[in-house]
């Protein structure tokens, strides 16, 4: 009997946690984050993945790095019933993440192609949009009067353990959650490992979230943190325009190959750049950033309130950059077939990225401030419609929970491409030099009073000078001030803006 080969030379079969950030935020303090995320790293690290799924397949070296995901590749072998044995590699590496990780959900999802690229394109992108995947959910209780869980309130309790000296029934994932914090230098793989090995400093990000805090300037009150999640902007766009083209020359035949890997180091490599570049981790040489989830162009992270401005340009800037550096060779040769094929495609730009911060004190709930943070990313991803770096924020201690009246800022409006300050920054900063219960008076007459009565009170305080780039000009009240801010959005971001 002839075989007659497919053409197609791989199958890829990838595994993910689903919800990721809100299964690792699921119970209250940074202990039962950190060991989750430990867990999963080990769990998902190339070394022990190869060691589960044997000569089933090998782990696939085209997908970027990133938190709570595999991804595996296999050669079909002619006449096998592929359908079978990707089950049964699912089924392997089911039950390795399951005995990991009790309580999280996962998925699983493969297509073939030539390349991950194509095969992510046209069908594991697809199938996991439409929920054409296999799932695998925690055990459901088997006693419908099961006692829940002290930890997380969530899943019926399975043993009683000691929980910071006191006795607790507790399920099976708080259970593994249940350790004191790992220092082995062998932690590398997960995201705070990963970043403390980057980084030239001596000391490892504080225990938990009240000390971390705590590391803020004495101005801030060293008693609130912020949370930001930041998103990569355009970039599948960017991966279907790349997976389209053809693969006929050696050159094109290695971007597809190797982009997701390039992109997600750019990740990285931005996320250790800000947080290096923070004069806090200098003055204390210590991780002043903790990274919940790190993945190909998603990042979740904690840090002191007064650090979370400086880190998140520093971060967009240090992000586009590298991204810029890693496309510019394919976009150049992507745009010019586009313009040859003149089919109205029009040309691509760099993919960039947004973020959204949350600012609160640090006993809020990390679980609500991850969801927040989501929402203000989205509102900032938005409003340039993925076509740039942008910023949206929200002070719950301030403002509350409810969505900002004001609008997100661009990335180019806060700094320049050299990364300096631009004249909208320089006035934030001069700004945020008026002390911070002027700022207060100020904010309290604008809410009550208007944008004039204000800028009374700025002037009898003699800080009209640092107020006036947010005002409309006097005698133009419906234009917009000169900074393009108003100034209830600046006072906002004063609060917590660097005033060096
Ligand atoms: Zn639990």
């Not at 008693?223 to 990569?232: C, E, R, S, Y």
């Not at 040859?340 to 947004?354: I, K, N, V």
């Not at 004190?361 to 900032?380: D, F, I, K, T, W």
């Not at 920054?425 to 309290?444: G, M």
Request: aromatic residues 6%; negative net charge; glycine residues 8%.
């Amino acid at each position: 009997m002839t075989v007659t080969h497919t053409g197609t030379a791989y199958v890829y079969v990838d595994f993910g946690a689903i919800r990721i950030q809100s299964y690792l935020t699921r119970t209250a303090g940074l202990r039962g984050h950190r060991a989750a995320s430990d867990s999963l790293a080990r769990a998902t690290a190339p070394g022990i993945v190869e060691g589960v799924v044997g000569q089933l397949a090998e782990v696939n070296d085209e997908a970027g790095e990133a938190d709570g995901v595999v991804s595996l590749r296999l050669t079909p072998v002619a006449g096998e019933d592929l359908k079978a044995r990707v089950e049964r590699l699912q089924d392997r590496v089911f039950a390795h993440l399951r005995q990991a990780l009790p309580g999280a959900e996962f998925h699983s999802v493969w297509g073939q192609g030539e390349y991950y690229l194509n095969a992510y394109d046209k069908e594991i992108h697809p199938k996991t949009e439409a929920g054409d995947v296999r799932y695998d959910l925690p055990a459901t209780a088997e006693f419908p009067l099961a006692v829940p869980c002290a930890m997380c309130h969530t899943d019926p309790a399975a043993t009683w353990e000691t929980v910071t000296g006191k006795r607790q029934r507790l399920c099976p994932d708080c259970s593994m959650r249940n350790v004191p914090r790992r220092r082995s230098a062998g932690d590398g793989r997960s995201p705070e490992g990963r970043l403390a090995e980057s980084l030239p400093v001596t000391h490892a990000a504080p225990e938990d979230f009240a000390a971390l805090a705590a590391l803020g300037h004495a101005r801030s009150g060293r008693n609130h943190l912020a949370t930001v999640a930041i998103d990569g902007n355009a970039f599948g766009e960017f991966f279907k325009a790349l997976a389209k083209e053809g693969s006929e020359d050696a050159q094109m035949r290695d971007w597809k190959k190797s982009i997701s890997q390039s992109l997600s180091a750019a990740t990285r490599d931005a996320l250790a750049e800000a947080t290096v570049n923070l004069p806090l981790t200098i003055e204390r040489d210590q991780v002043v950033v903790v990274p919940h989830v790190v993945g190909g162009d998603d990042v979740l992270v904690s840090l002191p309130a007064d650090q979370a401005w400086e880190f998140t340009l520093a971060f967009l800037r240090e992000f586009g950059q590298a991204v810029h550096a890693a496309t510019a060779g394919i976009l150049e040769v992507l745009n010019r077939r586009r313009a040859q094929r003149a089919q109205g495609e029009t040309s691509l730009e760099a993919p960039t990225a947004s973020a959204g911060i949350v600012f609160a004190h640090s006993s809020y709930p990390l679980s609500l401030l991850v969801e927040l943070a989501g929402q203000r990313l989205s509102e900032a991803k938005r409003a340039v419609r993925g076509k740039a770096a942008s910023v949206q924020w929200l002070d719950i201690t301030a403002d509350g929970t409810e969505a900002p009246g004001h609008d997100p800022l661009r990335l180019s409006t806060l700094r320049t491409p050299a990364g300096d300050p631009t004249l909208e920054a320089q006035a934030l900063s001069a700004l945020a030099r008026v002390p911070a219960s002027h700022r207060a008076r100020l904010a309290e007459a604008l809410r009550s009073d208007g944008e004039i009565t204000a800028a009374v009170i700025a002037h009898r305080v003699g800080h009209l000078k640092a107020v006036q780039p947010f005002l409309s000009p006097f005698d133009q009240q419906n234009a917009p001030p000169p900074t393009g801010i108003g100034l209830g959005a600046a006072l906002g971001i004063a609060r917590w803006w660097p005033c060096a």
